[in-house]
T-cell receptor, first 114, second 114 residues
């Protein structure tokens, strides 16, 4: 089983709908991240959480919200999806304390908003 | 603001030829540097990382990278490319001063021709 699991892997939704992307991890890491990937833009940070009670906005948080239900679970919500939120979304985890530890990524969720 | 530049969007090399992917960063702090690879339909896998010490670091799959502080660069190299190396490659930078979050470059898509 994967260490970082994202569900669903693919999703098509309509404009204005609420959608939740889920991420769970078995690595025991305290830090979790949500990124979106767009062609030519690389990965951009949406939200990150350093522990269950610590949630922070990234560089592109508008239109998104998150919930850290437990150390192992970090969900990303689009309250009212719009077409320019069509992208590949990645969840990642890392251990605390130092940037020297690498980030581990899920396999991604491809979201299409029509 | 911190930034990471990968100047080449696409690179095509012949199988067996050498490869160099460029990465430049702008950081007001001592950076920690990473290269990730993304194969089609997959998440990101760490190739190698640099924190300190020897400026030439070895990674998986025969890749290496050299940190040059004077040029603010961390270029990825491989002496002989295999067809299975075709993927997208991301350079990323982190620093304790910026909350240990990774900032990614836009990515370079590598095509390998036989």
């Amino acid at each position: 089983d994967a260490d970082v699991t994202q569900t669903p892997r693919n999703r098509i939704t309509k404009t204005g709908k609420r959608i939740m992307l889920e991420c769970s991890q078995t690595k025991g890491h305290d830090r979790m991240y949500w990124y979106r990937q767009d062609p030519g833009l690389g990965l951009r940070l949406i939200y990150y959480s350093f522990d269950v009670k610590d949630i922070n906005k990234g560089e592109i948080s508008d239109g998104y919200s998150v919930s850290r239900q437990a150390q192992a679970k970090f969900s990303l919500s689009l309250e009212s999806a719009i077409p320019n939120q069509t992208a590949l979304y990645f969840c990642a985890t890392s251990d605390s304390g130092s940037p020297k530890t690498e980030a581990f990524f899920g396999q991604g969720t491809r979201l299409t908003v029509v | 603001a911190q930034s990471v530049t990968q100047p080449d969007i696409h690179i095509t090399v012949s199988e067996g030829a050498s490869l160099e992917l460029r990465c430049n960063y702008s950081y007001g702090a001592t950076p920690y540097l990473f290269w990730y690879v993304q194969s089609p339909g997959q998440g990101l896998q760490l190739l190698l990382k640099y924190f300190s010490g020897d400026t030439l670091v070895q990674g998986i799959k025969g890749f290496e990278a050299e940190f040059k502080r004077s040029q603010s660069s961390f270029n990825l190299r491989k002496p002989s490319v295999h067809w299975s190396d075709a993927a997208e490659y991301f350079c990323a930078v982190g620093a304790r001063e910026y909350g240990n979050k990774l900032v990614f470059g836009a990515g370079t898509i590598l095509r390998v021709k036989s």
